[in-house]
């Protein structure tokens, strides 16, 4: 045996059972919720605790990244639902269909980011269409980011059963 095969035989090479997967699956949650609408959630505990200089910066970073992300839909957001449409189908075609466990992997994290990305749009126009106070930019940034949790921690625990249930059927002892 050589030393390739010795080193790939102890760290298992596999998505769902490879730790890095899972702390990028954590990492990647724990962003998707401390940014709703590009605005980190300190900046809105800050504005609303402290207020004065830090209340205009959220108003204005609010209205900067609103104004941006609903340019960006409008502008080319026809192209981008086709080409997530295409890599997704893509994904979950060559993950669950013939079986590649490295495309499940990464549907599973791309997938539910798909729901969150449709709440920051949705987000960003109700808050075009309304006079940007505090309270309407806390109450939409805080909802937004409840509903991003939910969906993290549904993402998180239907990616926990399917790599259990892969690690399982697969075995890391099997001959």
């Not at 466990?101 to 791309?110: I, M, N, P, R, T």
């Amino acid at each position: 045996m050589d030393i390739y095969s010795s080193i790939f035989e102890i760290i298992d090479m596999r998505s769902f059972s490879n730790l890095w997967y899972w702390i990028g699956l954590a990492v990647l949650w724990s962003s998707a919720s401390h940014w709703a609408i590009g605005v980190p959630h300190d900046l809105v505990t800050r504005a609303r605790r402290v207020g004065g200089q830090s209340e205009q910066d959220l108003l204005d970073i609010a209205r900067i990244n609103t104004n941006r992300l609903l340019y960006i839909v409008d502008t080319s957001g026809l192209a981008i639902l086709a080409i997530c449409s295409f890599v997704l189908t893509g994904l979950a075609t060559m993950g669950f269909f013939y079986g590649l466990e490295f495309a499940q992997a990464v549907f599973l994290l791309l997938f539910p980011m798909c729901f969150v990305t449709l709440i920051n749009i949705s987000a960003a126009r109700r808050l075009s269409q309304q006079e940007l106070t505090l309270e309407l930019v806390t109450k939409r940034l805080n909802r937004c980011r409840v509903y991003t949790q939910i969906i993290g921690m549904i993402s998180i625990l239907v990616t926990s059963f399917w790599g259990m249930y892969q690690n399982f059927t697969v075995g890391v002892l099997s001959w």
